[in-house]
């Protein structure tokens, strides 16, 4: 079975830093496009960043410069790196990896940023 683990949510105040982590089993992160999403209350699941398939990263107008997308193969694991966090960053958090017509999801992790 291909599952999709996230962790590393929490609560942070403006300017602070997270990292989220997306471990997957039952399938190999190197072969798929990844991507990270997320959710806020009352609003529709937006991206945030994303690997495709032919190695380009690719980040929303909103969190460019601040968040950093990343892979280890080693440890079947992706990553996502938040600087700067800002409170309109605030959401669940999701990973996303795709291969053709397959694509798997991990549950989600909740992020707030408040003061």
């Known amino acids: 079975q291909a599952q999709l683990v996230e962790s590393g949510g929490g609560l942070v105040q403006p300017g602070g830093s997270l990292r989220l982590s997306c471990t997957a089993s039952g399938l190999s992160l190197d072969n798929y496009a990844i991507a990270w999403l997320r959710q806020a209350p009352g609003k529709e699941r937006e991206g945030v960043s994303c690997i495709t398939g032919g190695g380009s990263t690719i980040y929303a107008d909103s969190v460019k410069g601040r968040f950093t997308i990343s892979r280890d193969n080693a440890k079947n694991t992706m990553y996502l790196q938040m600087n700067s966090l800002k409170p309109e960053d605030t959401a669940v958090y999701c990973c996303?990896?795709?291969?053709?017509?397959?694509?798997?999801w991990g549950q989600g992790t909740q992020v707030t940023v408040s003061s």
């Open positions: 996303n990896a795709k291969y053709y017509r397959d694509s798997f």
